[in-house]
C-alpha cells in the first residue's frame, strides 16, 4: 500500500485523532473526521458528526462515503474513553459505558464498513486499542478487558477479511500526552491520580503515536506498537513472564498499602 486516499478518523476533534487527521491530511489524503460535536473545525479534513454508540450515526458515515467517494481506503476506529479502578471499586455501569465506547464502538465501525472494503477488494481497518491490551497492570480491570477484546477481535478480522483483500491493524501504545484522562470515569480517585501522572508526564506525544501509525500502515504491520516503552513492556512480557508477573505483582501491593477510598486500611495484629 503506498498511501491512502480516502480515510475516515473517529475521535477526530482532539488527541490521537486529531494528530492522525493531520498526519494524513499532510501528506494528501482525503479525510473524514468525524466526533461528537455538532460544529467541529478540523482544517484540511470533512467532518461529520458521528456518536460510535449510534448505529444510525454509522449509517449516515457509510451513506456519506459512498456519495462523496465512492469507497473508502482506511477505517481508522479510534475514539475512546479512559476507565480505571480496582475491581470492587468499578461499578457495573461504568464497565457497561466504556465497553459501549471502547469496544463495540470499534465492532460497529468495522461491520459497517467491511461490506463496502469487501465489495472493493481492498481497504484496511485500523483500530487503536492500547498497551493495556497486550499488559495488563492492577487497577484497571475494565480498561485492560475492553482493549485485549479491541485486539483479540483485530486479529479475527484480519483472518477474515484477509480472503477479500482487506487488511486489519491494531494499535497498542502506551501512556503519551493526551485530554485521554479527561474522559475517565471510576471511583478509586488512587488509581485515577496514578493514571493522570503518567500521562502527563510523558514524553511521547501524539504526533509521535500518529507518524508511526502511519509508518505501520504503509508497512502492512498487524500489531502496531508505535514507542519504545510500550515495546520493551510487551517483549517483557513474551520473554520473561516470571520478572513481568514480579513488577505487576509489587504494584497491587503498593496500591494494597493504599486502602480504597471509605474502606479500612487492612492491619497485622500480633
Excluded at 481497518?125 to 498497551?131: C, F, G, I, K, T
Excluded at 504526533?207 to 502496531?224: K, Q, S
Aim: proline fraction near 5%; charged fraction near 25%.
Amino acid at each position: 500500500m503506498t498511501g491512502p486516499t480516502r480515510v475516515l478518523v473517529t475521535g477526530a476533534a482532539s488527541g490521537l485523532g486529531a494528530a492522525l487527521v493531520r498526519a494524513f491530511v499532510a501528506r494528501g489524503d482525503q479525510v473524514l473526521a468525524t466526533d461528537l460535536g455538532a460544529d467541529v473545525e478540523v482544517p484540511g479534513a470533512a467532518y461529520l458528526p458521528l456518536d460510535v454508540r449510534s448505529d444510525a450515526d454509522w449509517e449516515r458515515a457509510r451513506a456519506w462515503v459512498a456519495s462523496e467517494w465512492g469507497g473508502l481506503d482506511v477505517l481508522v476506529n479510534n475514539a475512546g474513553v479512559a476507565g480505571g479502578g480496582r475491581i470492587e471499586l468499578t461499578s457495573m455501569d461504568d464497565w457497561a459505558w466504556i465497553t459501549e465506547i471502547n469496544l463495540f464502538g470499534v465492532v460497529r465501525g468495522t461491520r459497517t464498513f467491511v461490506p463496502m472494503l469487501k465489495q472493493q477488494g481492498s481497504g484496511r481497518v485500523v483500530n487503536v486499542a492500547s498497551l493495556a491490551g497486550l499488559v495488563h497492570p492492577p487497577g484497571m480491570g475494565s480498561y485492560n478487558a475492553v482493549k485485549a477484546a479491541v485486539v483479540a477481535f483485530t486479529e479475527t478480522a484480519a483472518h477474515e477479511l484477509a480472503p477479500f483483500g482487506v487488511r486489519c491493524s491494531v494499535v497498542c501504545p502506551s501512556y503519551f500526552r493526551t485530554n485521554l484522562i479527561a474522559s475517565l470515569r471510576g471511583d478509586d480517585p488512587d488509581v485515577a491520580e496514578k493514571l493522570s501522572a503518567m500521562v502527563e508526564q510523558s514524553p511521547i506525544g501524539a504526533d509521535d503515536i500518529a507518524a508511526a501509525v502511519l509508518r505501520g500502515i504503509d508497512d502492512d504491520v498487524e500489531l502496531i506498537i508505535p514507542d519504545e516503552p510500550a515495546r520493551t513492556a510487551y517483549e517483557l512480557k513474551r520473554t520473561d513472564r516470571a520478572t513481568y508477573d514480579a513488577l505487576m505483582r509489587k504494584t497491587a501491593e503498593r496500591m494494597k498499602e493504599r486502602a480504597p477510598q471509605g474502606e479500612p486500611a487492612e492491619t497485622t495484629e500480633g
